[in-house]
């Protein structure tokens, strides 16, 4: 019998592990969970890295003898980065092979630096792209304005991207038309597109964790507005991904798009990102358990994971969700009047930073590692 998280995929949503560290590669642990059927693609970025080099011992020697053939800690990330993201790549390409290239991917991200760097943006991940050389890999490139320009080009040259760090819908429609473009753009180049893939991470538990307060606070203080407050309390992050959910379908099964279908094109599916519930008064599985629905990707932390397991109920709920999401954000916007644009604008901002922050801590762990390695 299978278990919840076997099951989601009978839904038409592919669950993706938000984890890496090479022990976990290596031991058999990921293949089991692979070969288990539950899950379908991995993602990483900066902090998932720095967490793994700086809490094991699973780096030692790669830092070491990298140290002795003289390499930077930035060098030094990126092939060990690399070397993770190829043996987990290798480990998910059956799941690519009988999926047609709809899943089985493991996702590196560019520098976080470089968030608001259109050219730099580029030039790293055609060079990640080619020091990976897995057609089962993506580039994760951040849905800043800058970022829009990326995703075209690198579509349009037949480079797998994953959009990260989207919040607001309005940037999530301008990334999913860039997509679009790029596909366009490939085919009017005479360039195959039924191997491009792509995907747009909306990230979830952060709008509610900077939405909540503000909703408690006008419960607290301000009696005319409380009762709206009060109704759509930890419901604004679901009703935004809902509210994209409605975009995707608007582009995706446009009469534009179905002729680049008809031509081997894949829509760049909705990926549902920052799953793990931070406020401990909602279900630890509410991200996942809300937004089961076809076409879709959810990516959860390891935690989320085996909480979904043991405790999960799957069912197809994002389809006809668009009225009531909709309610919500007018609710929010108009009657509470609190601005979603002014909000996930913030987040972007913040999520930046909130990348920059563990690569700039990865680095000097790397560099005391050297250190270390070195005595």
Do not use: C
Request: proline share 5%.
């Amino acid at each position: 019998m299978k278990n919840p998280l076997q099951r989601v995929s009978d839904y038409g949503q592919s669950i993706w592990l938000d984890y890496i560290r090479r022990k976990f590669v290596q031991s058999g642990e990921l293949k089991k969970l692979i070969d288990d059927g539950e899950l379908k693609g991995l993602t990483s970025n900066p902090a998932i890295f720095e967490e793994a080099i700086a809490k094991s011992d699973d780096y030692n020697e790669s830092i070491s003898e990298l140290t002795k053939q003289g390499k930077s800690p930035e060098e030094i990330f990126l092939s060990i980065a690399v070397e993770d993201v190829r043996a987990a790549a290798d480990l998910f390409k059956g799941v690519y092979e009988e999926s047609n290239g709809l899943d089985g991917y493991v996702s590196l991200e560019v520098s976080p630096s470089l968030a608001q760097n259109t050219e730099g943006t580029i030039t790293e991940a055609r060079s990640s792209w080619e020091l990976l050389d897995r057609k089962n890999v993506m580039i994760k490139v951040p849905g800043t304005k800058e970022g829009l320009p990326v995703i075209e080009q690198l579509i349009s040259e037949g480079i797998n991207v994953n959009v990260t760090l989207l919040f607001s819908l309005d940037r999530y429609r301008e990334v999913a038309e860039a997509y679009v473009a790029g596909i366009e753009k490939r085919l009017a180049n005479g360039e195959p597109v039924d191997k491009v893939a792509s995907v747009a991470s909306f990230f979830l538990s952060r709008i509610d964790s900077m939405v909540d307060p503000l909703l408690e606070a006008i419960i607290k203080d301000n009696p005319d507005k409380a009762a709206p407050a009060r109704k759509i309390l930890g419901k604004v992050a679901i009703s935004s991904a809902q509210a994209a959910y409605q975009i995707y379908k608007d582009i995706f099964k446009s009469d534009r798009f179905k002729a680049l279908e008809a031509k081997g094109a894949k829509p760049q599916r909705l990926l549902w990102a920052s799953t793990s519930a931070k406020n401990p008064a909602f279900s630890d599985i509410i991200y996942v358990e809300s937004l089961i629905g076809p076409e879709t990707v959810n990516t959860v932390p390891v935690d989320t994971l085996n909480a979904y397991r043991d405790h999960g109920n799957p069912e197809s709920r994002l389809d006809g969700t668009y009225e009531e999401a909709r309610y919500v954000l007018y609710q929010l916007e108009d009657v509470v009047e609190i601005s979603l644009p002014e909000v996930t604008q913030k987040l972007e901002d913040e999520g930046i930073q909130k990348f920059i922050k563990p690569f700039d801590s990865l680095m000097k762990t790397i560099a005391d590692k050297k250190g270390e390695v070195a005595v």
